[in-house]
């Protein structure tokens, strides 16, 4: 079945860093990507999505870019904030119709003051 | 206002007992979702419902069933529950295949 892979478990950063996120994906049709991100205590909240290969999708300073080649939409932001601190999750659709999403196991981001 | 909502929030209950956790919407979302949530595991698939009456099972739906009888309202059922059922339920709403809107969650508990 398909399936998506995050990288790291936990990541944690200075405030002003570069902030990474790796997601790998692995799926037999042509899936949407997403982004997710989930504060304490709340449900997860759509941070953005793509649809397709090479696009970007960005929202509140984050941005990933859909690698159908590479099977990748890896996250990043330029300077991180104390704020940004979550938990971070890919996720894809697989546009057939179905409406199923898989998520990856998430990245918790510690972001120090 | 867009919302999906949880009752209720936290949950005990001993093993063997029956238990319902209940889900609303107010966008008038066709499909709707339960998931839980395990530290390492991310989220995973329980159920799927496409509209009333009209669910399909996702990845890991032994010891659960579902009811949908208004699009607004989508109910999780324990018959019997487990102590391995101890998590985080997170019910979702989206249109087909867009964002998906996220509850509060329920932590359940089971003795």
């Known amino acids: 079945g398909d399936s998506v892979t995050q990288t790291e478990g936990q990541v944690a950063l200075s405030e002003e860093d570069f902030l990474t996120i790796h997601c790998n994906y692995s799926a037999s049709g042509y899936p949407a990507l997403f982004w997710y991100v989930q504060y304490p205590g709340e449900g997860p909240q759509f941070l953005f999505r793509a649809s397709r290969d090479k696009e970007k999708g960005s929202s509140r300073g984050f941005e990933a870019t859909y690698n159908k080649e590479a099977t990748s939409f890896h996250l990043q932001k330029a300077s991180v904030q104390e704020s940004d601190s979550a938990v971070y999750y890919c996720?894809?659709?697989?546009?057939?119709?179905?409406?199923?999403?898989?998520f990856g196991a998430g990245t918790r981001l510690k972001v120090i003051a | 206002d867009m919302k999906v909502t949880q009752m209720p929030r936290y949950l005990i209950k001993r093993m063997g007992e029956n238990v319902l956790l209940e889900c609303g919407q107010d966008?008038?979302?066709?499909?709707m979702y339960w998931y839980r949530q395990d530290p390492g595991l991310g989220l995973q698939l329980i159920y799927i419902s496409y509209d009333v009456d009209s669910n399909s099972e996702g990845d890991i739906p032994k010891g659960y069933r579902v009811s949908r009888k208004k699009r607004e309202h989508f109910s999780l059922i324990l018959d019997s529950a487990k102590t391995n059922q101890t998590s985080v339920y997170f019910c979702?709403?989206?249109?087909?295949?867009?964002?998906?809107?996220f509850g509060p969650g329920t932590r359940l508990t089971v003795l």
């Open positions: 996720a894809l659709s697989d546009q057939t119709g179905n409406y199923k999403y898989v």
């Open positions: 966008m008038s979302h066709e499909t």
């Open positions: 979702a709403s989206s249109l087909s295949s867009y964002e998906q809107y």
